[in-house]
Every structure is written in C-alpha cells, then in structure tokens.
C-alpha cells in the first residue's frame, strides 16, 4: 500500500508555469506506476501522464505533450509534474495515483491523493 500527497498548485497567468509534486510513503513506493489526471468543473476526470516505477517510460496525454515533463525520484518518494506554457483549459484539480498494473484509464489505479487546485487565469 502507498499514499500520495499532491501539492504545488496554485494560480498562474498562461503561458506561466508550475511544478507539482506527489509525495509517497511506504516502503513499495519504487514498485509503483505514478499517474497524473485532472478534473476540470463539470467534466470526467481524465489522464495527463504517466511514469512507470523505473522512471524510464513516459506517457503523456496529447494535450500535454511538449508542455508537461513527468518525472520520479524514488530515493526521495516524489513524483512531480513540471507544467510550462499552461492555459486557462488547464485549470483543473490535479491527483496523482499509484498503480501495478498498465493503463492510462483512472480505473486501473488504486491509490489516489487528495488533489491540488490549479488554476490559469486568462
């Protein structure tokens, strides 16, 4: 079992940038796949990335790619979220998840953090 703390949000005008991170304890936290999702007011929860408990495979969601970098340092149980040339579409609160298994869809993850707000203003 893991847990996961986000933080790091925040506002930010767009084209600005933040960096999130997700916080694990537990001593399997290098066994876990880390993914990022988000949740914009009235819509479903969607993928944003994706690291795998090595570190070296990435994936991204389109809409992010070239501007969000995800990446892991399992001596220190972080994972964070480096977001540059952010826009008002992605404003959303942010959660990361842990997970063994293969997937980007929210249902293949098992432990969840509480979020963190993130907000772009125009």
């Known amino acids: 079992q893991v847990q996961l703390v986000e933080s790091g949000g925040g506002l930010v005008q767009a084209g600005g940038s933040l960096r999130l991170a997700c916080a694990g304890s537990?001593?399997?936290?290098?066994?876990?796949?880390i993914g990022w999702f988000r949740q914009a007011p009235g819509k479903e929860r969607e993928f944003v990335a994706r690291?795998?408990?090595?570190?070296?495979?990435?994936y991204y969601a389109d809409s992010v790619k070239g501007r969000f970098t995800i990446s892991r340092d399992n001596a220190m149980k972080t994972v964070y979220l480096q977001m540059n040339s952010l826009r008002p579409d992605d404003t959303a609160v942010y959660y990361c998840?842990?997970?063994?298994?293969?997937?980007?869809?929210?249902?293949?993850?098992?432990?969840w953090g509480q979020g963190t707000q993130v907000t772009v203003s125009p």
């Open positions: 537990g001593r399997t936290f290098s066994n876990y796949a």
């Open positions: 998840a842990a997970t063994t298994r293969w997937g980007t869809h929210d249902d293949a993850y098992d432990n």
């Open positions: 690291v795998s408990a090595s570190g070296d495979v990435l």
